[in-house]
């Protein structure tokens, strides 16, 4: 299986300040056909299921505001939220889909400090 | 607008069976597979598998696998997961959640369900 590691566990950041999360998988999920990192990011606030940000790494999924950018390849890779939002407090989950079992990182709690 | 409303919670003995369902609208059922995630209490999410809407064709977690049944009703366009010989391990958040693409049914999740809690205790 691959392996998920996100970094920090916990994050506190000023309204208006750059938040970055990082994900890092035990194994590459670029795959060569295609071009693609089979990498997606999740955010997911209290007592509401998770909700699809970015995926192939860097796409943001539609209805997503343009604060949230993904980057990275091969294992690393990280999530930016450029200016702090009161409503960005969440948890937020990496997910590998480049093969099955699909797997998701720990999550990395996001608040205001 | 498309939606996933999944049943109410659930409170299970060791030992037993559930059966969750997701009944799903505003979008063609039939082209698209919907997978199963579980959220135990302080744990990630965890990956169940997924069941196509338009073939039945299914894929299951190895650490699932024989323990876990998913169906689906094409005419009231909902899945079921159904989960049996239940421990304490399985008090989680069971969702159900649709595949962003029609084509791949592996490719990251777009619409989600609310929700169901299943509490499994003596």
């Known amino acids: 299986d691959i392996v998920m590691t996100q970094s920090p566990d916990s994050l506190a950041v000023s309204l208006g300040e750059r938040a970055t999360i990082t994900c890092k998988s035990s194994?590459?999920?670029?795959?060569?056909?295609?071009?693609?990192?089979?990498l997606a990011w999740y955010q997911q606030k209290t007592g509401q299921p998770p909700r699809l940000l970015i995926y192939?790494?860097?796409t943001r999924d539609a209805g997503v505001p343009d604060r949230f950018s993904g980057s990275g390849s091969g294992t690393d890779f990280t999530l930016t939220i450029s200016s702090l939002q009161a409503e960005d407090v969440a948890v937020y989950f990496c997910?590998?889909?480049?093969?099955?079992?699909?797997?998701f990182g720990q999550g990395t709690r996001l608040e205001i400090k | 607008q498309v939606q996933f409303v999944q049943s109410g919670a659930d409170v299970k003995k060791p030992g037993a069976s559930v059966k969750v369902s997701c009944e799903t609208s505003?979008?063609?059922?039939?082209?698209?597979?919907i997978h199963w995630v579980r959220q135990a209490p302080g744990q990630r999410l965890e990956w169940m598998g997924w069941?196509?809407?338009?073939?039945?064709?299914?894929k299951f977690s190895e650490g699932f696998q024989g323990r876990v049944t998913f169906t689906r009703d094409t005419s009231a366009s909902s899945v079921y997961m159904e989960l049996s010989g239940l421990t304490s391990e399985d008090t989680a958040v069971y969702y159900c959640?649709?595949?962003?693409?029609?084509?791949?049914?592996?490719?990251?999740?777009?619409?989600w369900g609310q929700g169901t809690l299943v509490t499994v205790s003596s």
């Open positions: 959640a649709r595949a962003a693409s029609s084509y791949d049914p592996s490719l990251p999740f777009d619409y």
């Open positions: 505003g979008y063609t059922f039939m082209r698209y597979a």
């Open positions: 069941i196509h809407g338009g073939n039945g064709d299914t």
């Open positions: 194994q590459s999920v670029f795959y060569n056909s295609n071009n693609k990192n089979y």
């Open positions: 192939w790494a860097s």
């Open positions: 997910q590998q889909y480049y093969n099955t079992p699909i797997t």
